[in-house]
Every structure is written in C-alpha cells, then in structure tokens.
C-alpha cells in the first residue's frame, strides 16, 4: 500500500537493469525445465518505490537457490511484469502466467487494490497465492491457499493499532486523526479509530484531507485547535514531506505527546535522505529495523548484500521495510518444495499452513487465513538522526523500537516538541 | 443499402469469431486482452463522434467510464440487478454526464469543453473517494459468478459482451457518419458560424452529440467492475483512458468511422504486447509520442496514408 | 470552526494563492491573450523546477535564483515551441484547436516520461534558507517558503501588468487577443508579437516552476495535479487579464485552506473545480473579467 518514494530508471547501465526490461532467465548447475515463479510487481506507478526492492530481494534469493541446486534439482526462473500499480492492468498480466508462461508458483502484486482483482482467479485455478504485503486482502474470501509474508497478521487493528496501544498505554487520552483520502491510508484510520474506541480513548479529530495536498499548514492549523495528546497520520511519501516540514515549521501544539503511526515514506531511504533530522521525534510504523531487539540470524549479511545490489541498481539502498520479507518470502517457498517433494499447490498449501519457517526475518508461521500467525509490526521512533546521510541508519538507536513491549530497544521521547530536538 | 448489409454481415462474423472463440479456445490470456483492445473500440470510437467528427475535445474519458463502472457497481450491489440492465444503467448515467456537461459548456468555445471535462474527472473522483457505499478510497470486491454457463468463464462471456457492444458502437459511428446529423458536427467542426447561418442547431446538435458519446463510454465502463471483480477509483479513473481514447482515433484517423477502430486495435494491442514484453514507461512513452507525431505530420491519421 | 482557526486558515490560503497565482500568469497570457490551448503549462513549471533542482546540485544555486537564469532559456522555448504551433497548426486553420490540445496534452504526457527517465520518480528537492522556517509574529506562523513564492508570484504579476501596459509589444500582445488583423494593419506582425508573448509566458514558467519546488519537493507527475488548477484560476479571471489571475489564485487558495481546516477537508478538490464548472456555466467571461 505504499506509495512509491523510491525510484525507477528505465535505463540502467548496470546489469540489474536488463533483468527489469524483459522476464528473467538465470540457470546455474540445476538442470532440467525451469521452476517459474510468477508475479506482477510495481515498477512505475505510485507503487514503484516499494516494487523494486522487493524485486530485488527475490532476485537475490533467486541466486541463492539456483546456487544451492535450484528447487528439486530444477533451476528457479522468475517471470514478472510491471502492472503500473494498477488493478485495471494485474488481471491481463496474471492470465498472461497462467496460461501463456504456465508459472508453477504465483506470488501476489505489491499493493492491496492491485491484488484484489487476482484473489478470484487464484482460488479459480487453485493456486497457491503468495502475497506481498497486501492489508487485510483475505478477511473476507478466506482462501486458504492465501498467504501472506507480511507481519501484519490477522486482525484488523494490528498494524494501525500499535501507534494506538502505545499512546494509551502511556497515559493518552485525546487522539487526533488525519489521513490521506486514498486506499490504505483510509484503512490504517480506521484500524486506529477502531483500537481508540475499544481502549476508550476519545478522538478529537478524525479528518482525510485530499490525496497528493501539497500544503498542510491549514490541516495542521486544525489538527492543533483539537488539543490532541497523540496524533495518528496516515499519509504518503509526498504528503508526509509536506507534513514533516509544515510541522517543522508552524508546530503541532504544545499538547501532543505522540505524533506519527502510519507515515509511509519515511521507510524508505530517498525520503529519509531528503528530510534530513526533521524526522527526529517522530513515532512511526516498520516492520525491520537493525536494532538489538531484532537480530535475527541471517538478516544482517542479507541487508549487507543488499546494500551493494541496490546501490548499483540505484534502488532504495536500506530496503529495511520490505526487502528482508522478500527474501524471506523464496525461504519460504524453499522450504515448502523441499518439504513437500512436489510444487503441487494443494500439497504446499497444506504444508505451510501448519509448518513453521526459519527465514531472515525471523520465524514465520501463518495463520487460518494465510497471515502470521504472531503480528510483528513495530513503531520505532527516530532518534539522534543528523544530516542527511542515510548511512547512519545502519546503526542501532536512530530507528528505536518503541513498541510493542517484547521487542523495545529503546527509551521513547515525549512530549513531541522535545522529542523533535 | 447493400453496404449496411455488408456492415451487419461483417459485424455478426466478428461476433461469431468472439463467440467462437471464447467457447473454444483455451488461452484465458487472450480474452483478458481481448477485453481490453475491444473496450478501447468502443472509446475511442465513442470519442471520435465528439472529437472527430464535431471538433470537441473530451479529456475526460476516465470519467465516463468510471461513471458507467460505478453506476454498475451502486446497482450491482444495492439491486444485485443482471447483467443487461447493469449496462444499461451505466449507459444511462453516461448520456447524462454527457448531456450535462453539454449544455453546461457546450455554448463556449471549444477549449472550455475539454477544460470542464478535466474539472469533472476530478470532481466525480472525489465524489467516489468520499461514497463509502461503493468502496469510498479502498475500492469495492464485486461478488459475481465465476463460471458462465456456455461460455465456460464469466471473463470470456464479458468478452463476447464487450465484443458485441464494439460491433453496435461501430454500426453508430458509421450511421452518425453518413447521416445528416453528422454532416451538421462536420459543419461545426469547420465553423461553427457558418453551421449556425446555414441553419444548423448547433447548440442542439453539439449536446446531442455529447449525449451519444457519454452513453457510449459508460456503457464501455460497466462491465469493468465486473470484469475486474473489483473497482477503486485509480482502475476506473485511469489516465490512460484520456490519453488512449483521444490518441486512438488521432492515429487512425478521426475522419471516418474506421479510424478510431484501426487506432483502438493497432494501438490496443500495441499496449498490451509491451506491458509484458519490454517495459509500461515505454509503453506512455510510445502513446504519448505517437499522437505527438500523427498530430504533426499526419493530421488525417492512417486513413491519410491510405488516401480515404 | 472558532474565529483564531479562521483567520488562520484566511492567512495560508492567501500565501497559498500567491504561489498559484504564480503558476498561472503564464497561462493567462499563454492561454488568456495569445489563445494557445496550453495544457502543457504546467509540465513547463515541473520542467523549470526540475531545472532548479539540476542548478542547486551542480552550483549550489538559490532555487529562485535558478528560476531568474532559467528565464532566458526558457523564453527560448516559448518562441521555439510557438513558432512549430503556429506552422503546424495555426496556418492550417479549420481544426487547429483540436489538434493543437491533442499536441500539448502529448508534450505534456511524454515530458512527464522523460523526467521518469532522467531523474527517476523520486522525490526532489532543494534546500534553502527561507525552507523549513516559520516566520513568528505573535500567535501567528507563517512559513518563509509561502512568503518567498507568494512574494515573488506579486513581483511576476506586477512586471507583467507594467510590461502588458507600459511596452509596445505588451499592448500589442493584448491588441492581438483582441483583433489580429486590426493589428497588421497598423503594421505588427501578429505571429511576431505573439511569439515574444509566448516566450514571456514561458520565461514566467521557468521562475514560477522553482517556485513549486520552493513550496515542496517535486516529483515527475505533479503537473498533472496543477493542470485542473491553473486553467480553473485563468478561466476564474477572466482570459487574460493579470489583476484578475491573481484575485482568483487567491481565491482559489483561500477556499482551499478553510475547506482543508474544516470537517470537510476531503471535498476540497470537488469544491475548487465545482466553481468552475459553475463559472463556467453561468458566468463563462470569468469572475472577474469585462
């Protein structure tokens, strides 16, 4: 559901680049008929910053596959398209793997509307359906060849509703929130509205401004008047600059304590570089950060490989958010067909439903209805981020977790005014 | 005569092939592609009746379609009405968006047309956004059959629906083409006075015009919800619709009712052979560079080349 | 809404018009005088703010005075793209008008691919003094980045009123709006006097585009954002006239802020665009126009 803040070049000189123009053809030792894993993936459109580095963690898991034997012996291929972010154009495309390259594997779009038109023909042929980080995709069809590899897990408030806990767990009372008019956005508000009804918070504003405004003063002018003690914003990278630098610039009010929760953008590295220490203070969603609380085995060589395939690629170079998911995503389908012995999807299916993974990102075991089974979102705050150089966020404490309670790393700044010096 | 005969003969042989096609072959992939390259037909052929033959330029094809789409969609789910009806409304709601933004704007110049078909792009999208009947900004998951009883699937079915609604709009273009209602858009196009002093009801024609190409593309939007089994308000007010159903008779030729059909098809399939071979930036770049140059060097479209 | 809230949202919406004013005077001359159907204006804006952006990386210049040296080249363009109009479609008459916005609206289309291209879709930004600084007067704040656009948009307006009134070819460019042949009959060429206007519109855009990324950072669909709006502010006014761009920028502005400051921030687009639809039906010479 991001928004892309991240780039794409058309033409790159690197080698990286020619594997975006066409469909991917790698082989290594492993012989035989490829193994095809097919997916439509953002490569433009307001996705495209999310897109790209999770095309790149698939790639690089691709490498190490085909490098340990591919999967039954047979090499791994995998054959994408970019779907422009648009759902008007992932049905075409996904028909296209189906029935012209006969994809063994289907791994889901990026971005939750893009899927929604794929769930119906999945379930129609049967297949499996790996998700990349779609929100709430299978509430309510419950396919259960669905899974996802986010850790946003099943309920609805698990994700926007941190942000919510922490507040009130601190003693909050008084919770504003703003969201951008659009899809995802709209969702996150309401899983906030819905934690802040259920722990007996009251909201004093609750307003979606229109998507892609570019000036906020009004917005947070109103914001302010409301008295809040935490503010919960939904936005998107070119509204979440404009938000960090109004907020910079006219303040939020000596009341709030808390401000951020579900800013998209700012887990990303391009936006991060243009904001520089602005971002101090701010309390925000993630799903990885490289802090003590998270080391998981593996993760830290795989963010360091990364690092180098993106900045040739000239692709998002922290890939905190979603690349280690992607990466961990082909372990997961490893594991499944070495399991299983087949790439039936009914079989896998079975076998993921009730095996627990060792990945990158830790243990992953899904749920009924293909999400984790254990949610794992956090909020980290930014800390002691100086300048604009991207790099220091490869160490601990800029990104400081906050919440939820096991996974603290750190200790949380209120009131936010101070926070943000 | 005979060459209307010769038309509904051709146009039942395209249906039959569809028909044909859709019940036999096994390929899912053409007939999702299919489905757009026909959709495409009708817009742009839908278009051109304003467009090409009147000289008025309608940006805002996204919100035509979207009109038709959600129209279907309100219906859909509040009536859980069949399918011919939900198209009937959606064509409905078109003609009224045409006809409305007609005699809105259709007494100015040209320009005011085209700029007030951008503004309501803009203020229907935001109606959208903020109707959470039809999905609001998180979009809407239609709960319709996924097997056709004859056709085998409900996206082939949709094809052969779309397929027929291309032949009809087709057959309109060519009639408004030789009737005397679109000797009075040729007239306007060339000059609206001279039209006016020759007795044409300008004003009433224009809107009337309008009117027929709204119906057209709502009509061409309602089954895209269904098709998609989903709808949100980026897939129904795509941009590419603007750009595609005004580039499509440009290429063409917007002076003859072939044009937008050789546009729509040569351009249609174009766009969906490069989304899945090289890349969608080239894709806009392609379209966005080949109405440039047909507009500069070949202002009567392929049609020119052919000399008709 | 209480009053402080009001007065406050009253303040931005003005600096907020200022700068929109700024990105419309070229198309009032442009579109309003000189009657080119120029929906690629506001690519051009995106174009010169992409150029301040180039500047301030490779010489660290000021963004708005990138904007001023911006000018010249871009008044190049503008004679440039004015004179393949003019020949391609203007002499040819009968439907110039439709192929002609065809054409921008595809300048406009692969402008937007050819940023992609060169710069990627991430944002881009520029850094300033007068940036993420708030001016403090008493219980009011006001950003330095909306002074310094709203300013400069006053000074853009200004020199074009004295130009439009003051020069020969100013009182030509509004003659030829006009009647073109009463002006060659005095003896101006009117494709001559129409390209310098097009060139001075487009030099505007240069200094207007560093604007837009004085007020945020840009990314390469943003003109498709301000396309909507411009033509609503130079229709608003009534063509062509530079007093009148300006009161409907502020208007525009203003209507936007107190609609973002209160419960129905989420119509904000519907109401800009319904007053022009409305305008346009029942007023089609503008608010403020003869």
Not at chain 1, 148 to 176: Q, S
Not at chain 2, 83 to 99: D, E, F, K
Not at chain 3, 91 to 107: C, E, H, I, N, S
Not at chain 3, 141 to 155: E, I, K, Q, T
């Amino acid at each position: 559901m991001d928004k892309g803040v991240l780039g794409r070049r058309a033409v790159l000189a690197t080698s990286f680049g020619a594997t975006l123009a066409a469909p991917l053809v790698a082989r290594s030792q492993p012989a035989g008929s490829p193994v095809r894993i097919g997916f439509s993936i953002a490569q433009t459109g307001t996705l495209a910053a999310g897109g790209r580095p999770s095309l790149l963690a698939r790639q690089l898991w691709m490498h190490d596959v085909n490098a340990r034997g591919g999967l039954l012996g047979r090499p791994v291929e995998l054959v994408f398209y970019d779907d422009q972010t648009s759902a008007a154009t992932s049905p075409a495309i996904y028909a296209k793997l189906l029935d012209v390259d006969r994809v063994d594997l289907l791994v889901g779009p990026y971005g939750t509307p893009v899927q929604a038109p794929i769930m119906p023909m999945a379930r129609q042929r049967g297949k499996l359906l790996f998700g990349n980080f779609s929100f709430r995709a299978n509430e309510e069809m419950r396919y259960d060849r669905y899974f996802n590899i986010a850790p946003f897990g099943a309920t609805p408030d698990a994700w926007p509703g941190a942000f919510v806990r922490l507040a009130h767990r601190r003693g909050l009372k008084r919770l504003a929130i703003m969201v951008a008019d659009a899809e995802g956005t709209v969702t996150l508000g309401a899983g906030a509205r819905e934690t802040a009804r259920s722990l007996g918070m009251e909201v004093v504003y609750d307003q979606r401004y229109p998507f892609n405004t570019t000036e906020f003063s009004s917005v947070l002018r109103a914001v302010r008047s409301a008295r809040p003690e935490a503010v919960y914003v939904g936005s998107f990278p070119n509204e979440t600059a404009g938000i960090v630098r109004s907020v910079a610039e006219i303040g939020v009010g000596s009341s709030v304590q808390l401000f951020g929760g579900g800013m998209v953008g700012l887990q990303f590295a391009p936006l991060l570089e243009s904001l520089g220490d602005a971002v101090n203070g701010l309390v925000n969603f993630q799903t990885y950060v490289p802090e003590r609380t998270m080391e998981f085995p593996g993760i830290r060589e795989f963010i360091d490989r990364y690092a180098v395939a993106a900045k040739a690629g000239g692709v998002d170079v922290l890939g905190f958010y979603l690349a280690p998911f992607n990466y961990a995503m082909g372990q997961v389908l490893e594991a499944a067909v070495k399991a299983v012995g087949s790439l039936e999807d009914e079989a896998l299916s079975r076998h993921m439903k009730s095996a627990e993974f060792e990945t990158v990102v830790g243990k992953i075991a899904f749920g009924p209805t293909g999400e984790w089974r254990d949610p794992r979102m956090v909020q980290v705050q930014f800390q002691g981020v100086r300048g604009t150089d991207v790099e220091q966020y490869r160490q601990a404490g800029r990104q400081v977790i906050v919440e939820p309670p096991e996974l603290v790393s750190g200790e949380l700044r209120m009131p936010f005014e101070r926070a943000r010096r | 005569m005979r060459s209307w005969v010769r038309f509904a003969a051709g146009g039942l042989v395209v249906l039959l092939l569809a028909a044909l096609a859709a019940r036999w072959l096994a390929n899912d992939y053409l007939f999702f592609a299919a489905f757009v390259v026909l959709q495409f037909v009708v817009l742009a052929t839908a278009w051109n009746i304003l467009g090409g033959y009147g000289g008025y330029v309608n940006f805002g094809t996204g919100a035509f379609v979207a009109t038709g789409a959600y129209a279907a969609v309100a219906l859909q789910k509040l009536a859980d009405l069949p399918l011919p009806l939900l198209v009937l409304a959606g064509t409905a709601a078109g003609a009224v968006l045409g006809s409305a933004l007609g005699l809105l704007t259709l007494r100015l110049r040209g320009i005011y047309f085209a700029i007030a078909t951008l503004a309501i792009t803009i203020i229907l999208e935001t109606v959208v956004l903020n109707w959470d009947y039809v999905g609001g900004a998180r979009g809407i998951t239609l709960d319709r059959p996924h097997e056709d009883p004859f056709f085998g699937t409900y996206n082939r079915m949709l094809v052969v629906l779309m397929a027929g609604m291309a032949v009809v709009a087709v057959g309109i273009a060519r009639w408004v083409g030789v009737s005397a209602f679109g000797r009075a858009l040729s007239a306007i196009r060339d000059s609206e006075d001279a039209a006016e002093a020759c007795g044409v009801p300008t004003l009433r024609r224009k809107v009337q015009a309008a009117t027929l190409s709204g119906a057209m593309m709502g009509a061409a939007g309602a089954p895209l919800p269904l098709y998609l089994s989903f709808v949100d308000h980026t897939a129904a007010f795509g941009l590419n619709y603007a750009v595609s159903a005004m580039a499509m008779p440009m290429i063409g030729g917007t002076g003859h009712w072939i044009g937008p059909v050789i546009g729509a098809v040569l351009l249609g399939t174009a766009q969906q052979a490069v989304t899945v071979t090289i890349s969608s930036e080239v894709n806009v770049l392609i379209t966005g560079l080949l109405l440039i140059g047909f507009v500069v060097a070949a202002p009567r479209g392929i049609l020119g080349w052919l000399g008709r | 809404m209480d009053l402080e809230l009001l007065i406050d949202a009253l303040v931005a919406g003005l600096l907020l018009g200022g700068f929109y004013g700024a990105l419309s005077l070229g198309l009032a001359i442009a579109f309003g005088l000189l009657d080119v159907p120029h929906i690629a204006h506001p690519a051009f804006a995106l174009l010169g703010a992409y150029g301040a952006v180039l500047m301030q990386g490779w010489f660290g210049l000021d963004p708005v005075l990138s904007g001023l040296i911006l000018a010249l080249p871009f008044y190049a363009l503008g004679v440039a793209v004015y004179s393949f109009y003019h020949t391609t479609f203007e002499r040819r008459g009968t439907d110039a008008g439709l192929r002609g916005l065809a054409f921008f609206f595809g300048v406009a289309f692969v402008a937007e691919v050819i940023l992609i291209l060169l710069f990627g879709i991430d944002q881009r930004g520029v850094r300033a003094p007068y940036i993420g600084r708030a001016l403090v007067l008493g219980e009011f704040r006001l950003p330095w980045r909306m002074l310094v656009a709203s300013g400069v948009a006053l000074a853009i307006a200004g020199a074009m009123a004295l130009w439009l009134s003051r020069t020969y070819v100013g009182r030509a460019v509004q003659a030829v709006a006009q009647d073109a042949t009463a002006l060659s009959l005095l003896g101006a060429d009117p494709v001559r006097v129409k390209r310098i206007g097009f060139g001075i519109a487009t030099a505007s855009v240069a200094l207007s585009g560093a604007l837009l990324v004085v007020v945020g950072p840009v990314e390469p669909g943003l003109a498709r954002i301000y396309i909507g709006k411009v033509f609503a502010i130079v229709v608003l006014a009534g063509l062509g006239s530079v007093g009148g761009t300006v009161l409907a920028a502020l208007l525009l502005g203003v209507i936007e802020s107190v609609m973002l400051s209160s419960p129905v921030a989420s119509w904000t687009p519907a109401v800009a665009f319904g007053l022009l639809l409305a305008v346009l039906g029942l007023r089609p010479q503008g608010l403020f126009g003869r």
